[in-house]
């Protein structure tokens, strides 16, 4: 695994985890963690269970005892390790966004494809697909449950920026992230919304906004939670994005993403209104889908909350008895389980680094719709 900070822990996380709860076909071996800081990765080795610690990500990749490469680092580095991976013949787990530019994305997963010829399989990490509810909800939709999608309103919604004083961290700079709510929560939003529909966004108009434009600069010594010190440095990334998909049916979806909405904490939402009726998830209430059904009698009619804890539920039966619910760190556990059979039965995991590019399509098609200023007119 190549990277050790919080998408490391989460992943570690989930790479310990499946082969307990999951029948796997293949012992994945938590061999070798990378990361910048020696000393660092080592002590996060050895709390995460990787065997070795290593900062030289190239030398661990050319390994013959490496098959797979899981790379947990910020964006900027993706392209080149993921190609590099996939080149050296290992199977390849990349974090979202896949890359900071469609045409990083686009390289990665050229060499996704020309791999797979050769066997080897390549997966992007939207864990939120793997939440049972969302999983549920998609099934739902596919067996016409709600009947025709209608509309959509996907959101995801945080405010650990909403403090001006928050420091710059590397999801604030362009150059290391891409892009700021967009690209690190929006992606998710739009990732969730075409899997729960099975549609794709096609066409999008939006705005991009900085709603604080300079931020304390950490200082080198104190680390990332360091105290920051006087000096400031520019936000290059947007904090909020407001944009309208069109899908595949013609249907209409509204997004939002933003890490300045006061109060949220971790809130991606999702409402998809059918003919027949709507389905509501909240991930901060991952273990509850909201079911209205527009068919039933009219008197009887209101949304009613499916508690998605079933061993019929997706993922639910490797777990605990009914009720007993799943959080955050599931989602993990449930993407290592679903890569490692991919990988195991020679099948194309989902979803891919095509997928990942079509996001990334989105995303840029977004931020060009944003700089053409295309969604203003004056109101007389
Ligand atoms: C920060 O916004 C963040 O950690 C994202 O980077 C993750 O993708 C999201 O799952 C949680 O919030």
């Known amino acids: 695994m190549v990277g050790a900070g919080f998408m490391g822990a989460a992943h570690s996380q989930g790479w310990r985890v499946a082969p307990r709860f999951f029948e796997l076909p293949l012992a994945p071996q938590m061999s070798v963690l990378v990361g910048r800081d020696a000393a660092r990765t080592s002590e996060a080795a050895e709390c995460w269970g990787w065997t070795e610690s290593a900062t030289d990500w190239r030398e661990v990749v050319a390994r013959d005892d490496i098959d797979v490469v899981d790379v947990v680092t910020p964006g900027d580095t993706h392209a080149e390790i993921a190609i590099a991976?996939?080149?050296?013949?290992?199977?390849?787990?990349?974090?979202?966004?896949?890359?900071?530019?469609?045409?990083?994305?686009?390289?990665?997963?050229?060499?996704?494809?020309?791999a797979r010829a050769r066997g080897i399989r390549s997966m992007v990490g939207f864990t939120y697909r793997r939440v049972p509810a969302t999983t549920f909800a998609r099934d739902l939709v596919a067996s016409g449950r709600i009947g025709e999608v209608r509309q959509v309103r996907a959101e995801y919604l945080q405010d650990w920026l909403s403090d001006a004083e928050a420091p710059l961290t590397w999801r604030l700079q362009k150059e290391r992230a891409g892009s700021g709510a967009l690209g690190d929560i929006g992606a998710h939003a739009v990732d969730l919304t075409e899997y729960i529909t099975g549609q794709r966004v096609t066409r999008v108009s939006g705005v991009l906004e900085t709603i604080v434009s300079e931020r304390p600069v950490l200082a080198a010594s104190s680390g990332l939670s360091g105290s920051a010190g006087s000096e400031r440095g520019a936000v290059t990334v947007d904090d909020l994005a407001l944009f309208t998909g069109r899908l595949d049916s013609g249907a209409l979806a509204s997004f939002e993403a933003s890490r300045f909405r006061t109060g949220r904490k971790n809130a991606l939402r999702i409402e998809i209104s059918g003919s027949r009726g709507t389905l509501a998830f909240d991930l901060e209430r991952l273990n509850e889908l909201e079911l209205y059904d527009a068919t039933e009698p009219e008197s009887e009619q209101g949304f009613r909350r499916i508690y998605v804890t079933e061993p019929s539920h997706p993922y639910v039966g490797n777990w605990w008895p009914t009720g007993h619910m799943l959080g955050y760190e599931h989602g993990f556990a449930h993407q290592a389980k679903d890569f490692?059979?991919?990988?195991?039965?020679?099948e194309d995991p989902r979803p891919s680094f095509?997928?990942?590019?079509?996001?990334?399509s989105v995303l840029d098609a977004v931020s060009r719709s944003s700089d053409a200023d295309s969604v203003w007119v004056d109101v007389d």
């Open 85 to 114: 991976a996939l080149e050296a013949g290992k199977h390849v787990l990349c974090e979202k966004p896949l890359a900071n530019t469609v045409d990083e994305a686009r390289r990665m997963a050229a060499a996704a494809e020309s």
């Open 340 to 346: 490692v059979e991919a990988v195991g039965s020679g």
């Open 354 to 360: 095509a997928d990942g590019l079509h996001v990334q």
